[in-house]
C-alpha cells in the first residue's frame, strides 16, 4: 500500500507515460535502463540527432526549430524534446531579443574566484532557461586562455588556470542544473583560437592534455554536467567530434563522464558514434536512421554503441530532473516569456560588482565623494555605452544596458557635478578635463566568435560589423590609447576603466596622472550600476585577475607555428602546444618576466589592506592543511582571495608554481581570521605518461601563499 502510495506520488508531475522508470526514487541509471529497455530502434536513432528536416535553428513557426538547437520528442513514451539555447552568459534570444538578462560573461565571472558568487550565476541563468522552455544551457564556456588574442576567452571561466577552472565550474553546474536545466560544458577541447577554428589541428601531448586543459571538464564531470560539446577543430589529425582518444578514451573511460557528447552545430564529420560522439547538432547528416543501420550491417557500429548513446542521454534528462518535469515546463511557445526579473537584475549588478577588478589605486584614489561637490567629468563612448558583452553565440540582447554616466549622476547625486563627453570633440573633452577635479575615462574593446582579436591594443576590435547593438565602434574609440594619454597629460586625477573581453595592453598605466585603473571585463546588461557602485565604495573590490595582464603584445613569443598555426601538406593546418605547460603565469613565472605596464595573474587590490602570517603546515586530512592568519590592517570591511601555488620538485619539471588552491575571506575592519586550505594528493600529482594517470611526485614543494602570483607573502616547504 505504502509502495503504491510512493509511486503515484513519484510519478505525479511527470512527463513519461509510468512505467518501470517512472519511481524518482530510483536511481537516473536505473531508470534510464529501464526506459531504454521499452524503446524501439527508431525512436533510440531519433535522440541521436537534431531534426532531420525543417528550418534550423531559432524560429517561431515550430517546435523543432524554436531554439538553437532541438532533438524531437517521444511522444508514445512521454519523453519530452530537448529544447537547447545558447549560451554561456545567458539565454540568447534573438527571436525575442531583450527578454533575457545579460548577465557577466564567463571570464567576468571567472574574476570573483568567488564558489558563492559562481553559483549564483548560475542559478540565476538556469532560472531563465527554464522560464523559457529550454531544457539544456549551451555553456559554460570551459576552454583555457591559451592565446591572449582568442576571440572567446571572454566566454570562458577558467581564465588561463585549469585550477581557476576546475574549482569555479562545479557551482555553476549544479545551480544550472538546479533549476531542471541540463548544462552543456565547452568545447571539448582544445577550441583555444577562434582563427581557422574548422580545419585547424590541435596538436597536444598528453600530459599537456590531463594537466592544462582537461581539469576544467573534470570538475564538470565532478559536479554531474549532463552533456559536454565536442569543438570544431582537429585534435592530433582527427576531427575533435571522432576523436576516439579524447571523446571514448579521455572523457568517458578515463574521466568517467556519464552525461552525453553532442557535436557544435556542424561540427559532426561522420557517423561517429562508435568513436564516441552520441548526439549531432543541429541536423541529422551523418547520425541519421540510413547511415546508423548500415554501420550496423558492416559491423562499424554496434547495437551496444546505439544503446550506450540514448542512455547517456536518458541518464541526464533523468538525473537533472528533466524527465519529472510536467510536459508544459517544456513548450515551445514559452520561448516568447520575459524570463528577466528584478532579481535577475539585481543579482548581475551584484556579480558585476563582485567580478571588477581594481588594478591600480594611487594615493586612495578611490573611492570618490571622499569630499562634497567633487567635479567629477566622464569620458569616452564606453561612458554611454559601454561594452558589455562579445559577438557570437555568447551575446545576449538586454532589454536595456545601463548607462555608466547614468549611474555616476545618480549615485552622485547633490554631492558632485557629473558631465559627460565622448570624446570625439577632444578639444572639448580636454576642456572639461582641465576644469574637473576628477577624469573617468571609459574605454572598452570587442570580441567575438569566429575571430581572434587583431591585436591586444584597445584601439582594436571596433568593428561595428561585430555587434551592431554597440555604439562602441562610433566616434574617438579607435584612438583610445590616445585618448587616455591627452586626458592624463591633463588631470593629475585620472581614472581608468576598460571594459575589455580578455588581456589588453596598458602602456599608460604606470602614468602618475593616471591615479586608478580598473576593469570590469564584459559585465552585463548592469555593468553601470555595478561600475557606480565600486568607485564610490558601495562595493569595496575584491576581484581578481583571472588571465595575466601582459606588458607587450605577444609576449610569451608565440610562434606562428603554435599559434595561429602553419598548413602541413601532409595533413591539416596545425597548432602546436609546443610550450606544453607554459601557458599564462607559468611562463611569466618560467622566465621571470617582470611586470611594467602589465599586471600578474590573480592581482586585484581592495580599499582595503591584508595582512598575511603565521603559515603552518600540517600532514593530516585529505593530505596537508596549509593554514594562515589573515588580518584586515586597513579603514574598511573587505574581502581578499587569498591563494596558494605550489612549486613541485625540480626533477619533475613543471612550471615554477601552480594555483592549487584558494578562498576569498571577508573580513570586518580589524577582523582576523585563520584561514585553511587543503591540499588533496591530486593537487600535488603530475600526470604519468607511463602509467596513464595522476601520480603524487615526490621531493620538496615549495608551497607559497599571497595576494597574487606575484605578491606571495607566506613559504614553506612540504617534504613528501
Ligand atoms: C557554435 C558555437 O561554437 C557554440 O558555442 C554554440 O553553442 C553553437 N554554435 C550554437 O549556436
Redesign the pocket.
Known amino acids: 500500500m505504502v509502495k503504491t502510495i510512493l509511486l503515484l506520488a513519484a510519478t505525479a508531475s511527470s512527463t513519461l507515460i509510468p512505467g518501470p522508470w517512472s519511481n524518482i526514487h530510483d536511481s537516473p541509471t536505473d531508470r534510464a535502463n529501464a526506459l531504454l529497455k521499452n524503446m524501439t530502434q527508431a525512436e533510440k536513432i531519433s535522440m541521436l540527432h537534431g531534426p532531420a528536416t525543417g528550418d534550423c535553428?531559432s524560429c517561431t513557426t515550430s517546435a523543432s526549430c524554436a531554439y538553437?538547437?532541438n532533438i524531437n520528442p517521444i511522444a508514445r513514451l512521454g519523453i519530452p524534446p530537448t529544447n537547447m539555447n545558447?549560451?554561456p552568459q545567458g539565454f540568447r534570444d534573438n527571436v525575442h531579443p531583450g527578454t533575457t538578462t545579460a548577465w557577466p560573461s564567463g571570464l567576468t565571472m571567472a574574476a570573483t574566484w568567488d564558489v558563492a558568487a559562481m553559483q549564483e550565476w548560475g542559478i540565476g541563468m538556469g532560472k531563465e532557461f527554464y522560464a523559457k522552455g529550454a531544457n539544456v544551457q549551451?555553456g559554460p564556456?570551459l576552454c583555457l586562455a591559451r592565446v591572449p588574442r582568442n576571440g572567446r576567452n571572454f566566454e570562458y571561466l577558467s581564465g588561463e588556470d585549469p585550477f581557476l577552472g576546475h574549482t569555479l565550474v562545479q557551482p555553476v553546474i549544479t545551480g544550472i542544473q538546479s533549476q531542471k536545466v541540463i548544462a552543456n560544458a565547452?568545447?571539448y577541447a582544445f577550441n583555444n583560437q577562434e582563427t581557422n577554428r574548422g580545419s585547424v589541428s590541435e596538436e597536444v601531448d598528453e600530459r599537456t592534455r590531463f594537466e592544462m586543459y582537461y581539469p576544467p571538464f573534470a570538475g564538470a564531470i565532478n559536479a554531474g554536467v549532463g552533456s559536454i560539446?565536442c569543438s570544431?577543430n582537429k585534435i592530433n589529425g582527427i576531427w575533435s567530434c571522432e576523436n576516439p582518444v579524447t571523446l571514448k578514451h579521455d572523457l568517458k573511460n578515463y574521466s568517467g563522464f556519464k552525461g552525453y557528447v553532442m557535436s557544435?552545430?556542424g561540427a559532426t564529420h561522420s557517423t561517429s558514434i562508435a568513436k564516441g560522439l552520441d548526439v549531432e547538432m543541429p541536423q541529422a547528416h551523418f547520425m541519421n536512421s540510413e547511415n546508423i543501420t548500415a554501420g550496423l550491417k558492416s559491423k562499424s557500429i554496434q547495437q551496444s554503441d546505439i544503446d550506450d548513446s540514448v542512455q547517456r542521454i536518458l541518464y541526464a534528462m533523468f538525473s537533472v530532473g528533466v524527465m519529472d518535469e510536467p510536459l508544459s515546463a517544456w513548450d515551445w511557445k514559452k520561448q516568447s516569456t520575459n524570463s528577466t526579473t528584478e532579481a535577475s537584475v539585481a543579482s548581475a549588478r551584484k556579480l558585476s560588482g563582485l567580478s571588477t577588478v581594481l588594478l591600480k589605486n594611487e594615493n586612495e584614489t578611490l573611492p570618490l565623494l571622499k569630499n562634497s561637490q567633487l567635479k567629477i567629468a566622464v569620458i569616452g563612448f564606453g561612458g554611454a555605452n559601454a561594452v558589455v558583452h562579445g559577438g557570437?553565440?555568447?551575446s545576449v540582447v538586454a532589454s536595456y544596458t545601463v548607462k555608466p554616466i547614468d549611474a555616476i549622476t545618480d549615485r552622485a547625486g547633490k554631492f558632485a557635478t557629473v558631465t559627460y563627453n565622448n570624446g570625439t570633440d577632444m578639444t572639448a573633452a580636454s576642456a572639461l578635463a582641465q576644469d574637473s577635479d576628477v577624469a573617468i575615462v571609459f574605454v572598452g574593446t570587442l570580441s567575438h566568435?569566429g575571430g581572434d582579436r587583431a591585436s591586444l591594443s584597445l584601439d582594436d576590435g571596433c568593428d561595428p560589423n561585430i555587434d551592431p547593438h554597440s555604439k562602441q565602434c562610433q566616434g574617438n574609440n579607435a584612438n583610445q590609447n590616445a585618448m587616455i594619454d591627452t586626458i592624463a597629460g591633463i588631470n593629475s586625477n585620472t581614472i581608468v576603466v576598460a571594459s575589455v573581453p580578455g588581456a589588453i595592453l596598458m602602456p599608460w598605466s604606470t602614468n602618475p596622472n593616471i591615479t586608478a585603473i580598473l576593469t570590469n571585463f564584459l559585465g552585463g546588461q548592469q555593468a553601470g550600476n555595478a561600475i557606480a557602485d565600486v568607485l564610490f565604495g558601495d562595493v569595496n573590490p575584491s576581484g581578481k585577475l583571472p588571465i595575466t595582464m601582459p606588458n607587450k603584445e605577444n609576449e610569451m613569443e608565440m610562434s606562428t607555428e603554435q599559434w595561429p598555426g602553419l598548413p602541413d601538406p601532409t595533413n591539416p593546418m596545425y597548432a602546436m602546444y609546443s610550450e606544453q605547460l607554459l601557458v599564462g603565469y607559468r611562463y611569466y613565472e618560467a622566465k621571470q618576466i617582470p611586470f611594467t605596464t602589465g599586471f600578474p595573474f590573480g592581482h586585484g587590490l581592495s580599499y582595503t589592506t591584508f595582512k598575511y602570517t603565521n603559515l603552518k603546515i600540517k600532514k593530516g586530512f585529505p593530505l596537508y592543511q596549509v593554514s594562515f592568519d589573515l588580518e584586515n590592517t586597513g579603514k574598511v570591511a573587505g574581502s581578499e582571495v587569498t591563494q596558494l601555488y605550489l612549486g613541485f620538485p625540480a626533477i619533475v619539471n613543471e612550471p615554477p608554481i601552480q594555483l592549487k588552491g584558494f578562498t576569498k575571506v571577508t573580513l570586518d575592519q580589524g577582523g582576523r581570521k585563520t584561514v585553511t586550505i587543503e591540499l588533496t594528493e591530486r593537487e600535488m600529482s603530475i600526470w604519468d605518461v607511463v602509467d596513464h594517470r595522476f601520480k603524487a611526485a615526490s621531493g620538496v614543494f615549495t608551497v607559497s601563499v599571497g595576494a597574487s602570483s606575484r605578491d606571495l607573502r607566506l613559504k614553506g616547504t612540504i617534504t613528501m
Do not use: A
Request: hydrophobic share 25%.
Open positions: 535553428c538553437v538547437g545558447d549560451g549551451l564556456g565547452k568545447h560539446m570544431y557544435d552545430w557570437g553565440s555568447g566568435e
